[in-house]
Each structure stands twice: as structure tokens, then as C-alpha cells.
């Protein structure tokens, strides 16, 4: 599947676990693309939030990062298909049960936040996300945002990929212009 004609999830929303540890979908995202997520992977972030992805999307990010398992840059993704997953199932009306595991793993209590990635969702604990969102625009997004940037140009011209890295004196990434 073309990552990009799926359904763009985008904004933030509020919500709150039941007691059973189950959650409601937020409305906003279930119109998007009800279908897609009945079936999600749920995985950790190295962020220490969960990854929802629609099971699609899941297989093919799986399967980018098992044919370039072996890029020194990709160890973060390594671990993120490496790590805890669970395949969910959500109702008609978009109410999950998350595992206690990963709840514990990620912090999440009782209030949270669905935010849209795109062509994913994540559910973090609304403290951990306010306190992260902060340091967004810090050194480590632009280089990573600067790393994209060269990696799409070298696709775009179809160059193989190198190992080096944006100087502190690049351009700012074409993200943020």
C-alpha cells in the first residue's frame, strides 16, 4: 500500500481509560477511516508512548525496515518492531483494550492523548506529552528532520545512501521553512 494515499490522522485529543483498562478511538480519527482501525499494532516509542498503527501500515513499515535491517541508522525502527507489540481489535465503536504490560511500560494512567502522525496514531500520557512537546524544535528533530530531508533528495535523484550527516551550518530542513 501507498503510505500516502491513506487516510491523514492529524491533532491531538483528549481522553480517559475505563476502569478495565479499555479506551474509545476518538471520534475524530474513527471517521478518518473506520475500517483501518479496527485492526491495529499497537507498539512502545521509544518515546515511552504507544504506536497505534492500522495493521496495513504496520506490515509496511515492517517490511522497509527488515530490507534495510542492517543501515547503522535505523536502530530505533530495529527496535520498534523488535520490541512489544500486541495486535488489537477495536469494536464497532472504536473501544480498544490496551494490555496492562504495555500501559505500565508507557505510563499510562488515566488521562491521555490520542495524537495523528499521519498515517498512525500515538497515546501518550498527557504529562509525559506536555513536558516532550516542549523540546520539540531542540537540536535532535532538526537533525533528524535535516537526515530526512537529505535521505528524500537522494531518492528523489537516485543515489545510494551514505553515512554522513548534516553539518551544524545546513540549511534549515525543508520541514520547518
Not at 23 to 45: G, T
Not at 93 to 117: A, C, K, M, Q, W
Not at 137 to 146: A, G
Not at 171 to 176: M, N, T, V
Amino acid at each position: 500500500m501507498n503510505v500516502w494515499s491513506a487516510p491523514v490522522f492529524e491533532g491531538f485529543t483528549q481522553n480517559w481509560f475505563f476502569a478495565d483498562g479499555s479506551i474509545c478511538i476518538p471520534r475524530r480519527f474513527l471517521e478518518k477511516a473506520p475500517a483501518r482501525l479496527r485492526s491495529l499494532v499497537v507498539a512502545v516509542d521509544v518515546e515511552q508512548c504507544l504506536l497505534m498503527y492500522p495493521i496495513d501500515e504496520w506490515l509496511h513499515l515492517q517490511r522497509r525496515i527488515l530490507s534495510s535491517w542492517n543501515h547503522p541508522g535505523l536502530g530505533r525502527l530495529r527496535k520498534l518492531i523488535a520490541g512489544p507489540v500486541a495486535k488489537l481489535t477495536s469494536d464497532g465503536d472504536g473501544l480498544l483494550r490496551i494490555p496492562l504490560r504495555l500501559r505500565r511500560r508507557t505510563g499510562l494512567e488515566h488521562s491521555v492523548l490520542f495524537v495523528g502522525y499521519g498515517n498512525h496514531l500515538k497515546l501518550w500520557n498527557q504529562q509525559r506529552w506536555e513536558s516532550h512537546s516542549l523540546g520539540w524544535l531542540e537540536d535532535r528533530y532538526v537533525k533528524d528532520l535535516r537526515r530526512l530531508d537529505k535521505l528524500e533528495a537522494r531518492g528523489r535523484r537516485g543515489e545510494p545512501e551514505s553515512g554522513s550527516h548534516w553539518g551544524p551550518n545546513s540549511p534549515a530542513p525543508s520541514i520547518l521553512r
